[in-house]
């Protein structure tokens, strides 16, 4: 009879009270655990992770953040689709700001050891990367299946803003199109109350990128006040004369925007499908915590210029 393999968990703490529920959906999974690693209070990202790794003994493990919740089911799912050849396993969980997004990880620890986790801006997906280059593979669960629950401090607004705004560094840094008008649209078609502080982040992350591993607790952020400030004066229902912009320029949206204090921010796109409507958001959003729109127009055609291939002059176009 095949023996089954054992699973670790590393699990990554700085403080949260929701450490005790991560925990306990650790404990009810119907696939057992066979040791729990918990790192607490240490920082970046990757310092805290690389400290866990250490702790494990079993030839997978499963890192699990503090702000998760797993499916009873979960370890099973992952292991059930992890092969020889693969490194990484990645599941969905299902966000109350994005819906079903990619979160728990069940990785190979020989992988992981070989590969040690780096200082850069998105240490995950650099190791995937580097992994992937020597012939690992990685395996993502698709939708529907998700196999747990995110639940972040969305409700405070400092939070939401320093977490999108280095998610916004990262597409940047990734220079991938696609992915990153997914993200733009959903959170502009979300009816999250804390939508507009992820997408003023996001925006400021992407045309002000950060370097490093800034996965951290939020500092103080002066960005975040001036955003405050301009979210306050402004209404937050969209005339309707104005949904028809997904035909306009970023730079004129952008202006638009600055020059009318009572227009609401971001753009409610889902009454304006086409295209280019996650552009008219990302330009709304801009406009929170930026009033230059010039060095913002160059930056995101050079980005735009690594896209689709097929419609990069298309894209390019727009931006004029």
Not at 130 to 140: C, H, L, M
Not at 144 to 164: L, N
Not at 199 to 223: S, T
Request: glycine share 6%; charged share 25%; hydrophobic share 40%.
């Amino acid at each position: 009879m095949k023996q089954e393999p054992e699973i670790d968990a590393v699990v990554l703490s700085l403080g949260e009270s929701t450490l005790p529920r991560a925990i306990q959906s650790l404990k009810e999974q119907s696939y057992p655990v066979a040791r729990v690693v918990q790192i607490e209070n240490v920082s970046p990202f990757h310092r805290a992770f690389s400290c866990g790794v250490p702790g494990v003994s079993a030839p997978f493990f499963l890192q699990l953040d503090a702000d998760m919740v797993l499916d009873r089911n979960c370890l099973s799912e992952l292991l059930r689709k992890m092969q020889r050849s693969v490194a990484v396993v990645v599941g969905l969980l299902r966000d109350p700001l994005l819906g079903p997004i990619p979160g728990v990880k069940l990785f190979r620890t020989q992988t992981v050891r070989t590969l040690p986790f780096r200082d850069v801006l998105s240490p995950d997906t650099d190791f995937l990367a580097r992994a992937e280059n020597r012939g690992w593979g990685t395996v993502f669960i698709r939708v529907p299946e998700t196999v747990g629950e995110h639940r972040p401090q969305y409700e405070s607004s400092a939070y939401t803003f320093h977490k999108f705004r280095l998610e916004g560094s990262r597409y940047r840094a990734r220079g991938e199109v696609s992915p990153f008008r997914w993200y733009v649209r959903n959170l502009s078609e979300s009816l999250h109350p804390s939508r507009y502080w992820a997408l003023a982040g996001l925006a400021l992350g992407f045309f002000e990128p950060w370097e490093g591993d800034k996965l951290m607790p939020h500092p103080h952020d002066p960005a975040h006040e001036l955003v405050r400030e301009r979210l306050t004066n402004r209404r937050l229902t969209v005339p309707p004369s104005l949904f028809g912009w997904g035909v306009g320029s970023f730079d004129q949206v952008y202006r638009r925007c600055l020059n009318r204090p009572d227009l609401a921010v971001p753009l409610t796109v889902a009454k304006s499908e086409g295209p280019f409507d996650w552009l008219v958001t990302l330009a709304a959003a801009r406009s929170l915590s930026s009033s230059v729109p010039e060095p913002d127009c160059q930056t995101l055609k050079s980005f735009l210029s690594q896209g689709i291939v097929e419609t990069w002059r298309q894209w390019y176009w727009w931006c004029k």
